[in-house]
């Protein structure tokens, strides 16, 4: 389960206006939860943290993985076996093209604000999420992961406007911004049960030219996958990756010529 510092503290009734008192009273759980001490998974400031405490303030938007430290076998079949069926249901995330079982987010070439909408099923059957944690990885990752690859690039992410969580008093961050990779949460205040848009990313393809590129909700820098929540308890999501596929634009006069063809057809047609 992936939780940005400030989310698992809000997560477990801790109020985040206070960093201090929240890395003090999270620390605090670690004794009373069957977690490892958290450790940052991402480069963000090339900053390692051994635990709550040794973590600084300014760290809380920061990403972090909690790892489970001991869980018997036996323990986790007991728990399966005495769980609800009607929460054991996936949350599916659509979006994009499917083309014979391969997904593909189709962009036209050298242009900039190209929207793409991300949908969800399986939130009502899950009794409602409160919170997203949406991870995202173009190519290599560019830079920030050590690769070569420099577009398309995402020039922002929306989880608020036009989805199911707007009505929520939803609250957004982006504890990571690069080029190439983006991690975004979206906390609510109440759990939303509603199937629907659950966030928009705009493109830019500007230098990149014609062709295909990886592009990822799972996996993202090796590890991180796209997950809903539901408390402190994360959904099992289901976050296709896809292959974005950059078209060129039609030129006017190809437009144009089509149009010709076209207008022809239709007139023999009538005669």
């Known amino acids: 389960m992936r939780l940005s510092f400030a989310g698992f503290c809000r997560r477990q009734g801790v109020q985040t206006s206070n960093p201090d008192g929240c890395f003090s009273t999270c620390a605090m759980k670690v004794e009373e939860y069957p977690v490892k001490m958290m450790e940052l998974r991402w480069k963000c400031n090339y900053h390692v943290a051994n635990n709550f405490c040794q973590s600084s ?7 972090v993985m909690i790892r489970v430290l001991t869980l018997l076998p036996v323990f986790v079949l007991s728990v399966l076996a005495l769980a609800p069926t009607q929460g054991n249901a996936d949350v599916f995330i659509d979006y994009g093209v ?3 079982g391969t997904l593909y987010i189709d962009l036209q070439a050298e242009t900039a604000n190209q929207a793409i909408h991300f949908f969800a099923t399986g939130i009502v059957a899950e009794n409602g999420a409160d919170g997203l944690e949406f991870d995202v990885q173009v190519g290599d990752g560019g830079d920030f992961l050590g690769g070569t690859d420099t577009a398309p690039t995402i020039t922002s992410i929306d989880l608020i406007t036009g989805t199911v ?3 929520s008093n939803p609250t957004q961050s982006d504890p990571e911004v690069h080029p190439l990779v983006r991690q ?7 759990l939303v049960s509603s199937d629907g848009r659950i966030g928009t990313i705009v493109f830019d393809t500007t230098g990149f030219g014609v062709g295909e590129i ?7 820098a090796g590890s ?3 997950t809903f929540f539901q408390g402190v308890n994360s959904l099992t999501t289901v976050a296709p990756n896809a292959i974005i596929r950059v078209t060129a634009v039609p030129e006017p006069a190809s437009g144009l010529l089509i149009l010709t063809g076209l207008i022809g057809v239709a007139l023999r047609r009538r005669r």
């Open 57 to 63: 303030p300014d760290l809380l938007n920061e990403i």
């Open 98 to 100: 499917n083309e014979g």
């Open 165 to 167: 969580w707007e009505s």
């Open 184 to 190: 975004s949460t979206v906390d609510t205040s109440s």
């Open 214 to 220: 990886d592009f990822r909700l799972s996996g993202v």
């Open 224 to 226: 991180f996958d796209t």
